[in-house]
């Protein structure tokens, strides 16, 4: 079965500061991973995926993620918070188990403190 | 830049009332979702649609629900008899394929209130 776990449903960062969201996977084949935010009253938009290729992958608005198979992680992180990275974060996974599916975490909502 | 877009923003129903939620899909994509987030967890699969037909489900999606592609550019999520557990945000998404190498695009969701 595929799940995704994110630990910690609030994280508050100063601005500046960094930002590190957690995220693991339980697959039983190779995942490819997904990040999606969500601005308040906006939909899910992709911010970076994972798919077998390069492990540290680069997003949009200064994101990245590692996969870390032994760690069975893909912990999303960002060296410099701004205000408007004040977000819904989710993680998701798509494995060709799960058909079309994506399995999503249940988000962080990430605070930034000015 | 094309968007999945969602209407209405928010629905509030009476319990046991049909209710229709809308999504427009990216024009070029071939595969359509329907996902929901009740308040305070994840955000669950419903069903995933391609070549007018169902392709997958999730145990939630039982006979209360159904999908339809009407016209070329509109895709419906019913909910026949309405029950306070459906009250969550449905989020509508379309992929440009089937496999998991793409993202999905997700539409900004309605807020269904079942009362």
């Known amino acids: 079965a595929q799940s995704v776990t994110q630990l910690g449903s609030h994280v508050s960062v100063s601005e500046g500061a960094l930002v590190l969201l957690r995220c693991n996977y339980s697959s039983s084949v190779p995942p490819y991973l997904f990040w999606y935010v969500q601005y308040p009253n906006q939909g899910l938009q992709l911010l970076l995926k994972y ?20 760690e069975t992680s893909f912990h999303l992180t960002k060296p410099s918070a701004h205000m408007s990275d004040a977000a819904e974060y989710f993680c998701a996974v798509r494995t060709t188990n799960t058909g079309n599916q994506f399995y999503f975490g249940t988000g962080t909502s990430l605070t930034v403190i000015p | 830049e094309p968007e999945v877009t969602q209407t209405p923003s928010h629905q509030v129903t009476q319990m046991g009332q049909e209710v229709i939620l809308r999504c427009v899909p990216i024009s070029n994509h071939l595969y359509f979702y329907w996902y929901r987030q009740i308040l305070g967890q994840k955000v669950e699969f419903l069903v995933s649609f391609y070549n007018n037909e169902i392709s997958e489900k999730s145990e939630i999606f039982d006979d209360q629900f159904s999908v339809e592609r009407p016209d070329g550019s509109n895709f419906t999520l019913k909910i026949r008899s309405t029950k306070l557990e459906d009250s969550a945000m449905y989020f509508c998404a379309s992929s440009r394929g089937r496999d998991r190498y793409f993202e999905a695009f997700f539409g900004q969701g309605t807020r269904l209130t079942v009362v």
């Open chain 1, 51 to 70: 798919t077998s290729a390069a492990t540290l992958v680069k997003g949009i608005n200064g994101f990245e993620a590692e996969f870390k198979k032994s």
